[in-house]
C-alpha cells in the first residue's frame, strides 16, 4: 500500500482532484471532479502506473490492451508498451467517412482483451466500450480502472458478469488524505458531505419517487405531469404520430384512461383545425393527460418565438409542454413568452442509432436545462439529475432497432438502466390490433418498472 500512496500523493499534486461544483457526464451534481488527464504529460508517473496496474491485473491471459476514451488511452498505450502487448483504440464516435469503424488497431475475432479505465462512477462509458469490442468479435475478461468513485459502477459491470479491478478506491484516498492532513477546511467539509451522500445512496440503492421528485421539480406542469401520474398510476405517454384527426381522436378515446400525456406532431396532420384541437383539449381535460407538441424548436430565439406563438398551429396556445433542442444554445429558449404553465422539455440525446450528440453536448445540453426554470425535464438516453424530468422514446417489447435508424429499448431497461420517469410509445400502440389492450400492457409495464426501482 505504501508505494500505492506515495504514488497517488505524487498524482494529487498534478491537481487531478478539484473541489467545486461539477456536473457530470450524467449530469449528476458533485463536489469533487477527478481528471487524470495531466498525467499524460509526466512519462515518469505514466510508467509508475502502468506497472502498477500490470501488477494489479489478475491474470495475463489477455492478448490486446485497450483504453476507454480518452483519458485512459496514453495509459492504455504505456501499459501496451510495458508488457509488449498489442494496442488497439477505441473511437468515442463514428468518423462518418472512411472505414467507419470503431475500433482501430489490428485484432482478430475471439482475442482476449484488457480494458483500462480512469475514473469509475456508474460504469456507463465502460459499457459502452465493452459492447464496442464486443462487436467486433473480442472477448472482455479482465477490466482494470485506476479509481473506483464507489457510486456503483464497479457493481453494476460485476453484476453483468465481467472480472473489474481497481487500484484505488475514493474512501481509501480520503482516509489518506486525513492521515496526512492534506486538505483544506473547506475541502474536507465538501468531500464529508460526498461521502456522507454516497453512503446514503448506496445503503438505499434505489431511485428517487415521484413524490420526491415533485419536491425537486419548480415548474407548475412538472408539478401537474407527477400528479396526474399518481393519481392514474401511469407514466405512460403515448405518441399519436397519425395524420389524420379522426384517427388521433379514435385512438384517445381508447388509450385517454391510460396515459398521462399525448404527444402530438401536429405539423403532419393533414386535416388539422382549432375545433379539432379544442376537442382534443376537452378530452385531455377530461381524462387528465397533458398534450405534448412535439415541436424540436431548434432556431435562434426570435424563430423559435414565432414558431410556437403564430402560424396555422399556435402551439403555446394549447400545448402544455413542447420539445426543444438547445443547439443555439442557452439563449435560444430564454425569453420565449410561453405562458406560466406551459414547460419545455429539452434533447439531450436522442433514442435513434448513429445520432450526433457525444458526452459532451450531452452536458452541456443538461447544464441549460438545469439552469432554465421554463424547462421541467429532458430527452436522453442515460440516468440524469434528479431535478430534471427524464423521458424516453424509442420504447417497444420486441423491436430493438429498425432499418430507418430507430433504436428501442423495453420499458423495464428504460427505468431500471436510466432511471427514466416517462416512457413514449408511439406505434407500438397506435399500429396494434387492440390499442386499448397494447396501451394497458405498457401502462402495467411502465408502472410496475418503477415500482420496482423504489
Ligand atoms: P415510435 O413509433 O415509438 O418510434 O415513436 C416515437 C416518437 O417519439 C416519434 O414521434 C418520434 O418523433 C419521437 N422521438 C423519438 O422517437 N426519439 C427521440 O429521441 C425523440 C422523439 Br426527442
Not at 410556437?308 to 420565449?336: C, E, F, P, R
Request: aromatic share 8%; with cysteine; net charge positive.
Amino acid at each position: 500500500m505504501e508505494e500505492k500512496e506515495q504514488f497517488f500523493l505524487e498524482i494529487y499534486n498534478l491537481g487531478i482532484i478539484k473541489f467545486g461544483n461539477f456536473t457530470l457526464k450524467s449530469g449528476i451534481n458533485s463536489p469533487i471532479y477527478i481528471d487524470f488527464r495531466p498525467i499524460a504529460s509526466r512519462p515518469d508517473l505514466l510508467i509508475k502506473l502502468s506497472d502498477l496496474l500490470l501488477h494489479e491485473v489478475p491474470s495475463y491471459d489477455f492478448e490486446l490492451i485497450c483504453g476507454v476514451p480518452y483519458a485512459a488511452l496514453p495509459i492504455a498505450t504505456t501499459l501496451s508498451l510495458r508488457s509488449k502487448i498489442p494496442l488497439i483504440i477505441k473511437r468515442k464516435e463514428n468518423k462518418g467517412y472512411g472505414t467507419e469503424r470503431m475500433i482501430e488497431g489490428i485484432y482478430k475475432i475471439g482475442q482476449n482483451c484488457l480494458i483500462i479505465e480512469d475514473v469509475i462512477t456508474s460504469g456507463d462509458s465502460l459499457l459502452r466500450t465493452i459492447i464496442d469490442l464486443e462487436k467486433e468479435g473480442l472477448i472482455i475478461k479482465n477490466i482494470m480502472s485506476i479509481l473506483d468513485r464507489e457510486q456503483g459502477g464497479i457493481e453494476n459491470i460485476k453484476k453483468r458478469g465481467y472480472n473489474i479491478r481497481t487500484l484505488f478506491r475514493i474512501g481509501e484516498i480520503f482516509k489518506i488524505f486525513q492521515k496526512k492532513s492534506f486538505l483544506k477546511k473547506k475541502e474536507r467539509q465538501m468531500i464529508q458531505f460526498f461521502l456522507m451522500k454516497k453512503n446514503i445512496k448506496n445503503i438505499q440503492n434505489k431511485r428517487i419517487s415521484y413524490e420526491e421528485k415533485k419536491e425537486k421539480i419548480s415548474h407548475p406542469i412538472g408539478k401537474k405531469l407527477i400528479d396526474i401520474t399518481l393519481k392514474k398510476k401511469t407514466n405512460l405517454i403515448v405518441s399519436a404520430d397519425l395524420i389524420d384527426t379522426k384517427k388521433i381522436l379514435k385512438l384517445v378515446s381508447l388509450i385517454g384512461d391510460r396515459i398521462c400525456g399525448l404527444k402530438l406532431h401536429v405539423d403532419i396532420i393533414n386535416d388539422f383545425s382549432y375545433s379539432f384541437i379544442n376537442y382534443l383539449k376537452n378530452i385531455s381535460i377530461e381524462k387528465n393527460f397533458l398534450l405534448l407538441e412535439d415541436r424540436k424548436l431548434c432556431d435562434v430565439n426570435p424563430t423559435n418565438c414565432l414558431q410556437l406563438h403564430y402560424g396555422i398551429h399556435k402551439i403555446s396556445s394549447w400545448a402544455d409542454i413542447v420539445t426543444a433542442h438547445v443547439i443555439a444554445g442557452s439563449m435560444s429558449i430564454q425569453n420565449l413568452n410561453i405562458p406560466y404553465n406551459m414547460g419545455l422539455i429539452t434533447i439531450s440525446e436522442m433514442s435513434s442509432y448513429g445520432g450526433l450528440s457525444d458526452d459532451n453536448y450531452i452536458r452541456k445540453v443538461l447544464n441549460i436545462s438545469l439552469n432554465n426554470p421554463k424547462v421541467i425535464g429532458t430527452v436522453a438516453q442515460r440516468k440524469v439529475d434528479d431535478r430534471l424530468l427524464l423521458f424516453t422514446p424509442g420504447i417497444h417489447f420486441y423491436e430493438k432497432k429498425n432499418n430507418l435508424g430507430n433504436r428501442y429499448i423495453h420499458p423495464v431497461q428504460a427505468f431500471e438502466k436510466n432511471e427514466s420517469d416517462f416512457i413514449i410509445v408511439g406505434k407500438a400502440i397506435f399500429q396494434s390490433k387492440n390499442p386499448k389492450i397494447t396501451a394497458e400492457e405498457y401502462r402495467n409495464a411502465g408502472w410496475k418498472a418503477y415500482e420496482n426501482g423504489l
